[in-house]
């Protein structure tokens, strides 16, 4: 019972906002789904963001390994949060020239842009450049010469990389444009358009048959994986 009750409700949702969508007269059971996911989804974050100050707060309190990031991660969780509430402008509003912080909370200048110019911005930036190392030294594994299938990606990934230069269009000048398509940058453009998009669309459509497969056993009462491993 503790199981079915959620699994039912789910199918019952979805099986309103399907019919809902052929059916126009029932469009207002579809706003009125829509209406409770909104509230359902306003306690959920209300509840995701008291489990992480909780969290961070004992490991703080029992000074566990890296308890200093638990203290970054609440105050720039507080912080962020007051101004965003207050949205406090840099500028007074037209209509309340008297409070001095009523204008567009979003203006540059304003609280909530500093932080996001000022920390949020380089904190970004940071993660990709060291990003960028993961993915060369996973590029590096991965394009060993192992096998024919790896031979085939690493001439490929070279391909594709050389044509997105100067030094692809360079090299391959000389060829006439009777044969523009096996210059390097013609290989690049063939690679891209027809074997990559190739590629694309069949996982897409793989992901719209698992999506639509899901969907499909959660209407019919067969999927619980949603719900955890747990009794």
């Not at 008291?50 to 720039?76: C, F, M, P, R």
């Not at 996973?138 to 070279?158: Q, S």
Request: aromatic residues 12%; charged residues 10%.
């Amino acid at each position: 019972m503790k199981r079915f009750v959620p699994m039912l409700l789910a199918a019952i949702v979805g099986w309103v906002m399907v019919v809902a969508f052929f059916a126009p007269p029932l469009r207002s059971w579809q706003q009125t789904a829509e209406e409770w996911f909104q509230v359902i989804a306003a306690i959920s974050l209300l509840y995701g963001c008291s489990n992480l100050v909780l969290h961070h707060l004992k490991k703080v309190s029992d000074q566990e390994s890296g308890w200093g990031y638990s203290v970054v991660t609440i105050a720039a969780f507080l912080i962020t949060s007051v101004v965003g509430m207050l949205k406090l402008g840099v500028s007074p509003a037209e209509n309340a020239a008297r409070h001095p912080w009523s204008g567009a909370y979003m203006e540059e200048g304003s609280v909530f842009w500093w932080i996001y110019e000022y920390a949020m911005s380089p904190l970004v930036s940071t993660m990709f450049a060291l990003l960028a190392f993961y993915v060369a030294s996973a590029a590096f594994r991965a394009f060993r010469a192992k096998n024919t299938e790896a031979i085939v990606l690493l001439v490929t990934a070279f391909i594709v990389l050389l044509g997105r230069t100067y030094d692809g269009t360079v090299l391959t000048s000389f060829l006439p444009d009777w044969l523009s398509g096996l210059t390097i940058p013609g290989m690049t453009m063939t690679i891209m358009s027809v074997f990559n998009t190739a590629g694309q669309r069949a996982i897409m459509i793989g992901i719209a048959l698992g999506v639509a497969a899901t969907s499909l056993r959660i209407l019919l009462l067969q999927d619980r994986s949603y719900l955890g491993s747990g009794d």
